[in-house]
């Protein structure tokens, strides 16, 4: 009897179970719709003139190096993953796709997006990009989030970098103005996702992750997040007052900032039941919306004049 009639099952070639969908999955589509939006800012308040192709060239490498991480962060997180409520659907712990053919889909995409955006944008640009793979991938995932409670503080890092990025795509230097952008999106990270913790804190005990409610608990982590917020609220209308940024921009910061620390007081003060979590789920939803329209804004203040320069 030959070896293939004693052991068919394990040299059975294996057959994928996966659909486009599911590979779409791997790459974060919420986090990645984000990192295009901040980086078309940095693009668009870049000064010079870049050509659409190159924009949507840059945009496009950027967002798959950014799926890219998504992916490689599913695969290495695939224990912790299967075990939260939150992403126990996600396709590598419902065994619709495996690890190592996640692991072969991220490196990949992580190679072509760097080496596209040198090659056909610019190198400065795509050592940066790089350097966000890294930083998410090895310095957040595989290091930060099972460490210490500080995880989101330092991992933020890679999710404030993506409109540096696309400065630097633009102009092939850095400047104030995208290090001022990466400065709110480091600042807001914390008290966006420790407002998803407070709620999600089953989740992070069972996968015996050292997130803050779990280490120090909620109590904490409600003074952290409003800290966080007035120094993130701060940061955010500084560069109206400095000539960084037009007026517009610093009506807008003044306003959605004094909304923002209201979410965040409610938090601090509603510490029992149904209220605190209620509190809790009102913030992390309108600090998505308060990021949103601080980006927004600076994106139609440099379009406007654009605009107007093609009209003209």
Same mark, same amino acid.
Request: net charge positive.
């Given at each position: 009897?030959? +070896? ?17 969908? *599911? ?38 490498? +950027? ?15 695939? *224990? ?11 396709? +590598? ?109 089953? *989740? ?109």
């Amino acid at each position: 009897m030959s +070896i293939v009639e004693n052991h068919p099952a394990e040299l059975a070639p294996h057959v994928s179970e996966a659909t486009v969908g *599911d590979y779409l999955a791997l790459l974060k589509p919420r986090v990645m719709s984000l990192v295009i939006f901040t980086a078309l800012v940095g693009i668009v308040m870049a000064p010079g003139h870049m050509h659409p192709v190159m924009v949507f060239t840059a945009l496009l490498c +950027i967002a798959v190096g950014a799926g890219a991480s998504g992916a490689l962060n599913m695969w290495y997180d695939r *224990d912790i993953d299967a075990v939260m409520q939150r992403t126990a659907k996600r396709p +590598i712990p419902q065994g619709r796709i495996t690890p190592p053919e996640a692991l072969a889909f991220g490196m990949t995409l992580s190679f072509f997006s760097v080496f596209t955006l040198g090659i056909l944008v610019d190198w400065f640009a795509a050592a940066l990009l790089a350097f966000t793979i890294f930083f998410y991938v090895v310095v957040y995932t595989m290091w930060l989030k099972r460490s210490t409670p500080q995880n989101i503080v330092i991992g933020g890092a890679a999710g404030a970098l993506p409109p540096v990025v696309g400065w630097v795509a633009a102009t092939g230097s850095l400047a104030i103005e995208p290090l001022l952008l990466f400065g709110i999106i480091f600042l807001w990270t914390p008290p966006h996702f420790w407002a998803l913790s407070l709620y999600r804190t089953d *989740d992070f005990v069972r996968a015996k992750l050292p997130m803050l409610p779990v280490v120090a608990g909620p109590d904490a982590t409600r003074l952290q997040i409003l800290l966080y917020t007035l120094v993130l609220i701060a940061v955010a209308i500084a560069p109206w007052p400095l000539g960084y940024f037009d007026r517009a921009y610093g009506v807008v910061a003044t306003v959605s900032g004094a909304a923002m620390l209201w979410f965040a007081v409610q938090v601090f003060r509603q510490r029992q039941g149904a209220a605190a979590e209620a509190a809790a789920r009102k913030l992390f939803t309108f600090s998505i919306l308060y990021l949103f329209v601080l980006f927004a804004t600076l994106l139609v203040g440099a379009l406007v004049p654009i605009a107007l320069r093609i009209a003209s």
